[in-house]
């Protein structure tokens, strides 16, 4: 399909054959229609349309109207808006500008060192433009700070700061943190596995909560320490008690089942109507509800309903062993509330206590976890 | 490059000499007409589309005729085309 390039002019005047018979001879014309005496539509090529329009202007012929299509007016005619040409300016200043950053980092070569470390520390200490960035002192500044790199070779490739690292090698008892293992709550130690560090306690043991079961070094031969990651799996029995407590006689409070009914009206947080009634209620529970009463921004009035419920007093009689279990339960599901990360539960018990009136009943669950932590400062 | 009207010259035997590069005509079918050799633009009409030649006037009668193109010596009209007159 042939792409065309017109321009669809419309004359007015008289004696047009003759304008008509003047402008073919410098211009091809197509699609010549001649609506009345007066009036015509012509075609011509949209780049001979400029000298076309001059010469109808100086032949005093009134153009009624100049049609433009085809690709070449329409890209001339986007390239010449103005937003266009805003938005391309502002465009290559943007990309000018944010050419000269490195906008990301491509770190190589980690296991042990964190990117984060790097990032934070190159950002800290060197400028993001990469036109004053040496990647020369990148590298340096990278060996000499962080003893864990041998080696670091730095490249801007478009936007990225490539950063290649090799870390040094050591050997595995040298990594890691070297803290002190603790006991993270009351425990009984039943089994002990040594990985690596100096072990402080032994099986059979009663721990506190915050007591060192293992020491982060080693001490050889000849009485020198040497610092080692504290690694041991420690299993314990630790406790886990709760308590509840039921009483022969206790009061009950239940709703009757009256209720009095209060309202109060605000605009703009002001009281400005009430209804209120009498309480006739020796005992009652207040409950309060505020309404909007409106969707009316402007006047957003708001009511208070306040509900007023009676209340009455019952002693309730049961003796422990009407309710034994259901207490029994509920001391088991309080025991386990306290519980996170349960291995094994070994064993459970409970043991009752009676004083007047009242019986407490105190349950214990008996889990076996890994009861070692690493001490946080 | 083949030329439908030169094919025809040299194809004529021309016993009288007469003059054949003066303007040349097709109509086809009646809905285009297709003219070399004109020397200028008389009339234009939906109705009647009239043009010099050499040594006299063409004219076109017939409707919704619109010139299709028109350069230096070269007219394409296309309508319903009744009629070709030479005076």
Not at chain 1, 343 to 367: A, M, P, S, W
């Amino acid at each position: 399909m042939r792409i065309r390039n017109l321009t669809k002019f419309h004359i007015n005047g008289l004696n047009q054959e003759k304008i008509l018979n003047e402008l073919s001879k410098h211009f091809q014309l197509s699609e010549i229609d001649r609506q009345d005496k007066n009036n015509t539509l012509f075609m011509c090529s949209y780049f001979d349309s400029k000298k076309i329009e001059k010469f109808l202007k100086k032949s005093n012929i009134k153009i009624v109207s100049i049609q433009y299509d085809g690709p070449v007016y329409k890209i001339k005619n986007i390239f010449s808006s103005w937003g266009m040409i805003c938005a391309l300016v502002l465009f290559f200043l943007f990309f000018l500008i944010q050419y000269q950053f490195i906008l990301q980092f491509d770190i190589q070569g980690l296991v042990r060192v964190s990117k984060s470390e790097i990032v934070e520390y190159v950002n800290k200490n060197f400028s993001r433009n990469k036109f004053d960035l040496d990647t020369k002192l990148v590298e340096i500044g990278l060996i000499e700070n962080f003893s864990r790199i041998s080696f670091a070779s730095c490249i801007i490739k478009g936007q990225t700061l490539v950063i290649n690292i090799k870390e040094k090698l050591m050997p595995e008892e040298m990594y890691g943190q070297f803290k002190p293992l603790v006991a993270k709550s009351d425990a009984r130690i039943n089994n002990i596995n040594l990985i690596s560090g100096t072990l402080k306690v032994k099986v059979g043991d009663f721990v506190q909560k915050g007591d060192v079961l293992v020491e982060p070094f080693t001490i050889d031969t000849s009485g020198n320490i040497k610092k080692v990651e504290a690694k041991a799996e420690i299993l314990a029995d630790i406790y886990y008690e709760s308590s509840v407590s039921h009483s022969e006689h206790f009061i009950e409070v239940t709703r009757t089942g009256n209720v009095v009914e209060q309202n109060d009206i605000y605009l703009f947080g002001l009281k400005i109507y009430s209804f209120k009634q009498d309480i006739p209620f020796k005992m009652y529970e207040v409950e309060k509800e505020n309404v909007k009463l409106t969707n009316n921004l402007f006047l957003p009035f708001k009511m208070q309903k306040i509900k007023i419920y009676e209340l009455v007093e019952n002693i309730i009689e049961t003796t422990f062993y009407e309710v034994k279990d259901e207490y029994i339960e509920k001391a088991r599901q309080k025991a386990l509330e306290n519980i996170e990360n349960c291995d094994k539960i070994k064993e459970e018990f409970y043991n009752l206590r009676h004083q007047v009136g009242v019986t407490i009943l105190d349950y214990c669950i008996i889990t076996e976890e890994n009861v070692g932590e690493y001490y946080d400062c | 490059m083949f030329n439908f009207f030169n094919e025809i010259k040299e194809n004529l035997k021309n016993p009288k000499g007469l003059e054949f590069n003066s303007f040349n005509i097709i109509n086809l079918s009646g809905h285009l007409l297709y003219v070399e050799g004109h020397i200028g633009l008389v009339t234009l009409s939906k109705e009647l589309i009239s043009f010099k030649i050499k040594g006299g006037v063409i004219i076109v009668e017939g409707s919704d005729m619109i010139l299709s193109e028109l350069s230096e010596n070269t007219i394409k009209i296309c309508g319903n085309i009744k009629k070709v007159e030479q005076i």
